[in-house]
C-alpha cells in the first residue's frame, strides 16, 4: 500500500498530477480543491495517498491532510460512492464541509457535488451520522498535515503557503467540544449535530462556549 507521496510536480492534468519521487512518475489523482492548493510543476509537494486496486486498474488518489484522506474512505465505504463520486463531494466541501454537512445531516451541501443525486446525498448523510466522530474528532488534533521533507538525492525547498491544508482554527475547539459531551453521556449522533450547529452559528467559538451552547440545543425541549 503507497501511503504517502513526497516528490516535485512533473506536470498538471485536469484531474491528476505525475509527481517525480527520484526519477519515478507516480500518477495521482486529485480533487479539484486539492488541485487549486497544489504548487507549480517544478516545486516539491507531498500527498497522504490511497490505492485503488481494480481488476485491470490501479489509481493512486491523493488528499492534503490525513482528515481528507479518511473522509475519502469513508466516503467510499457508503453504497453507491465510488471514487469520483468521494472526490467530488470533498472538491466541492472539503473535509470541514463533509464534517459539517454530515453532523447536521444538510442533504443539499452533498448534493451540490457533481453528479450526486438527491438519494445518494441522503444515503451519505444517513450511512455516516454515526460513524463520522472519529474522523471530526482527528480533525480537532491538526495532526496529519502532508509536507515535503529533505532527503538524501535532493533539497526540496520549504511548501508555499498554498501547498498544504491547515486545519480550520476552530477545530480544536470543535473536537474538544465533543468529547466533553461524550464524557457527558451524549452519543456521537446526538452530540456531533449540536456541537456543529453552535460552531455555525458562532465560528469563533472557544470550547467553553460551545459545550453551553451545544447543551442547550440537545436540552429538552418545553
Known amino acids: 500500500m503507497i501511503g504517502r507521496i513526497a516528490g516535485r510536480i512533473d506536470y498538471r492534468a485536469?484531474?491528476?498530477?505525475?509527481?517525480?519521487?527520484?526519477?519515478?512518475?507516480?500518477?495521482?489523482?486529485?480533487?479539484?480543491?486539492?488541485?487549486?492548493?497544489?504548487?507549480?510543476q517544478g516545486e516539491a509537494v507531498a500527498l497522504y495517498t490511497d490505492l485503488l486496486v481494480q481488476e485491470t486498474n490501479l489509481q493512486l488518489f491523493g488528499f492534503l491532510s490525513l482528515v481528507e484522506k479518511e473522509w475519502h474512505r469513508l466516503l467510499m465505504s457508503v453504497q453507491g460512492i465510488g471514487a469520483k463520486a468521494s472526490m467530488a463531494i470533498l472538491g466541492t466541501l472539503g473535509a470541514d464541509g463533509v464534517s459539517r454537512a454530515i453532523a447536521l445531516g444538510d442533504i443539499n451541501a452533498i448534493k451540490a457535488a457533481r453528479g450526486i443525486g438527491p438519494k445518494t446525498a441522503q444515503r451519505?448523510?444517513?450511512?455516516?451520522?454515526?460513524?463520522?466522530?472519529?474522523?471530526m474528532a482527528m480533525a480537532g488534533t491538526g495532526a496529519g498535515v502532508a509536507t515535503p521533507t529533505l532527503d538524501d538525492d535532493a533539497v526540496i525547498e520549504p511548501p508555499t503557503a498554498t501547498s498544504t491544508a491547515a486545519p480550520a482554527p476552530n477545530m480544536a475547539a470543535q473536537s474538544e467540544a465533543l468529547s466533553a459531551l461524550s464524557n457527558l453521556g451524549y452519543g456521537p449522533?446526538?452530540?456531533?449535530?449540536?456541537?456543529?450547529?453552535?460552531?455555525?452559528?458562532?465560528?469563533?467559538?472557544d470550547t467553553a462556549t460551545l459545550i453551553r451552547t451545544a447543551l442547550k440545543l440537545l436540552a429538552p425541549k418545553g
Do not use: F, N, W
Open 14 to 40: 485536469e484531474d491528476h498530477v505525475l509527481i517525480d519521487v527520484r526519477g519515478v512518475g507516480y500518477l495521482v489523482y486529485v480533487s479539484d480543491r486539492t488541485m487549486a492548493a497544489l504548487p507549480g
Open 189 to 205: 449522533g446526538e452530540a456531533a449535530p449540536a456541537v456543529a450547529q453552535a460552531l455555525s452559528d458562532a465560528p469563533d467559538a
Open 124 to 135: 451519505v448523510v444517513i450511512e455516516l451520522k454515526d460513524k463520522a466522530h472519529g474522523v
